[in-house]
């Protein structure tokens, strides 16, 4: 089991009935807390999931540091508008 996490806040709706990847990748900092986090969550409440609220603090912070306009802290908008600033 891959637990995953929602990377878009704020977006309550459908935008097709199937799941499609945006094609990127959650940044290494947030990446690495998510990681943290599973085993956190195994040895607490006995089940593997993510830190939902913190993966969204986490981007929330990268697009206000990088100045992506986001009304839901998108990290497909991070990388739409800053994919050079991001791989660095």
Sequence with gaps: MVPVSCVEQGRWHYR??????AGGT????????KTRSVP??????????S?????????????ACLRVESSTDSMADIYEQRAVSVIS
């Design 40 to 49: 956190e969550s195994l040895r607490s409440h006995g089940s593997r999931y």
């Design 51 to 63: 830190n939902q609220a913190e993966i969204w603090s986490d981007i929330s912070a990268k697009t």
């Design 26 to 33: 959650l940044f290494a900092q947030a990446r690495a807390r």
């Design 16 to 21: 097709s009935r199937h799941f499609e990847s």
